[in-house]
């Protein structure tokens, strides 16, 4: 989908490039990112606890999670503590996810944003 037009809240400014990905499995269901709905992902400095998403660079696949990095690891965990550890040469820092929304029914419908607020988790 290119071009849609979405609904934000004001607590997510308009004056920044957005960015979004289908969620495709239900880790985070408990925050919002339920299966179907679309991540609402922003180019951003990214801080340990931060929700973010990565690419893995040999698939293209994107995974997310809460963000930390030691020695050159990078661990995506889920808020069922379950962690995948990733080489950071294996992935790259694709953005921070900050709201998501439904996929609508029709192309034209405008997505309506809620914005996700979340504890730090290290």
Known sequence: MKNIHLNLPCEISADQT???????????ENIGLKHGRLALIVRSDLKQGDLAAFTI??????????????FGMICLEDRNFEVEIYNQNEIEYFGKIIGYGENPIKQSMPINIVPISVGVMV
């Open 57 to 70: 660079i040999e698939s293209d696949e994107v995974v997310i999670g809460f963000y930390s990095e030691l």
């Open 18 to 28: 957005f960015y979004g990905v289908c969620i495709k499995n239900d880790n985070l």
